[in-house]
């Protein structure tokens, strides 16, 4: 199985900062991650897909970017809304593996 | 617009079964493949399987492969996960989810989640 590794697993920011997440996969897995927001007690709710395209209805301050094996994902500005759990997710290989989460927080 | 609902919460002893559905809405029933994803108390996301509901064909988790059965109605838009064998550690979320076109990769761009089913497995 494709192992994916997220880091960090929490982080702490102030509102209006940039705020970056990575996650490496074990094997190259080319573009094909996504990448989900979870607020607590709800679904997750997708961001990016294909490594860096944006889904729709989602604001610009999110963005990701990599390829092979070494991805990130940022908030540009991080805003209060954005508190949650943030998870990269690899469709290269069944089965499709999800990163360990980036709980982020408001300082 | 697209809708993934999900059947109610369940309780199940050690050794019996569960089944969950997911009705889908709002698009081409057989146009997308269907994940299901499961999430244990305070953990992270779990895969366990896929359903082409346009063939019926599946994928599963090697992990679940003997315990996890995914089947499709196209006629209500339904897709099914029954989870044999209950154990405590099966006590989690299920998510259904929409996942990737029919022909493009199936985990791609999984873009409608049901509301989840929580499922708790007690003696």
């Known amino acids: 199985d494709i192992q994916m590794t997220q880091s960090p697993s929490s982080l702490s920011a102030s509102v209006g900062d940039r705020v970056t997440i990575t996650c490496q996969a074990s094997?190259?897995?080319?573009?094909?991650l996504n990448w989900f927001q979870q607020q607590p007690g709800k679904a997750p709710k997708l961001l990016i897909y294909?490594?860096?395209n944006l889904e729709t209805g989602v604001p610009s301050r999110f963005s990701g970017g990599g390829s092979g094996t070494d991805f990130t994902f940022t908030i540009s500005s991080l805003q209060p809304e954005d508190i949650a759990t943030y998870y990269c997710q690899q469709y290269d290989y069944v089965p499709l593996t999800f990163g360990g989460g980036t709980k982020v927080e408001i300082k | 617009q697209v809708h993934l609902v999900q059947s109610g919460a369940e309780v199940k002893k050690p050794g019996a079964s569960v089944k969950v559905s997911c009705k889908a809405s709002g698009y081409t029933f057989i146009a997308n493949y269907i994940h299901w994803v499961r999430q244990a108390p305070g953990q992270g996301l779990e895969w366990l399987a896929w359903?082409?509901?346009?063939?019926?064909?599946?994928k599963s988790a090697q992990k679940f492969q003997d315990r996890v059965t995914t089947t499709g109605d196209t006629s209500v838009n339904i897709v099914y996960l029954e989870l044999s064998s209950l154990r405590s550690d099966d006590t989690a979320v299920y998510f259904c989810?929409?996942?990737?076109?029919?022909?493009?990769?199936?985990?791609?761009?999984?873009?409608?989640w049901g509301q989840g089913t929580p499922v708790t497995v007690s003696s």
């Open positions: 359903i082409n509901p346009k063939n019926g064909g599946t």
């Open positions: 094997e190259d897995i080319a573009n094909y």
């Open positions: 294909d490594a860096s």
């Open positions: 989810a929409r996942g990737g076109r029919i022909g493009e990769y199936s985990g791609r761009r999984l873009d409608y």
